[in-house]
T-cell receptor, first 118, second 115 residues
Framework: EAGVTQFPSHSVIEKGQTVTLRCDPI?????LYWYRRVMGKEIKFLLH????????ESGMPNNRFLAERTGGTYSTLKVQPAELEDSGVYFC????????????????FGEGSRLTVL | AQSVTQPDIHITVSEGASLELRCNYS??????LFWYVQSPGQGLQLLLK??????LVQGIKGFEAEFKRSQSSFNLRKPSVHWSDAAEYFC?????????????FGKGTKLSVKP
């Protein structure tokens, strides 16, 4: 069974440009999460989809970030326009049980997409 | 606000030596606690979790962790480290009643293993 896959693995863009990150969750997983790790800091929650609906987007830093999950399958995270402080590693995770992390205990993470904004 | 502290940024141990990685959390009630590991080139993998019950939990790869409410700690231990354990380790908490999957992570502890 394929794990969570993310693309691209590394993206280098200039300030002001647009980048779109993609996440393919494990097949059948209704829950999809985006997290971000800025260098030297904690991994921070961005948002949570249940199927195609945004369950919680309290961690999204500002309106330059747009996440979508059309059809409840893969998800994209667009940053437009990118700023220097957006540099970091963006992790995607998925889980199967809609009852949540407290019951299943496991989020399956992808390898992350490293974003460098120059 | 809830937070997780991993006081050690980088630890080096010799292969075969014991290991303890520290984790302290700040939260009013008993949270759900996790340890994840990220090996080079890989995603984060769940090592173990604590929800309730026995405060000593066993995980994969020979790891265990002990929840101590009085110290607000959830330290990770392994009796004998292998070279393949070199990785970055993250402690995380899921506050009860919070968004499912809204984990709060510590900054991570990078483990190096000397031959």
């Amino acid at each position: 069974e394929a794990g969570v896959t993310q693309f691209p693995s590394h993206s280098v863009i200039e300030k002001g440009q647009t980048v779109t990150l993609r996440c393919d969750p494990i097949s059948g997983h209704d829950n999809l999460y985006w997290y971000r790790r800025v260098m030297g800091k904690e991994i921070k929650f961005l948002l949570h989809f249940v199927k195609e609906s945004k369950q919680d987007e309290s961690g999204m830093p500002n309106n330059r970030f747009l996440a979508e999950r059309t059809g409840g399958t893969y998800s994209t995270l667009k940053v437009q326009p990118a700023e220097l402080e957006d540099s970091g590693v963006y992790f995607c995770a998925s889980s199967q049980d809609s009852a949540g992390v407290q019951n299943t205990g496991e989020l399956f993470f992808g390898e992350g997409s490293r974003l460098t904004v120059l | 606000a809830q937070s997780v502290t991993q006081p050690d940024i980088h630890i080096t141990v010799s292969e075969g030596a014991s290991l303890e990685l520290r984790c302290n959390y700040s939260y009013g009630a008993t949270p759900y606690l996790f340890w994840y590991v990220q090996s080079p080139g890989q995603g984060l993998q769940l090592l173990l979790k604590y929800f309730s019950g026995d405060t000593l939990v066993q995980g994969i790869k020979g790891f265990e962790a002990e929840f101590k409410r009085s110290q607000s700690s959830f330290n990770l231990r392994k009796p004998s480290v292998h070279w393949s354990d070199a990785a970055e380790y993250f402690c995380a908490v899921a506050p009860y009643g919070g968004s499912q999957g809204n984990l709060i992570f510590g900054k991570g502890t990078k483990l190096s293993v000397k031959p």
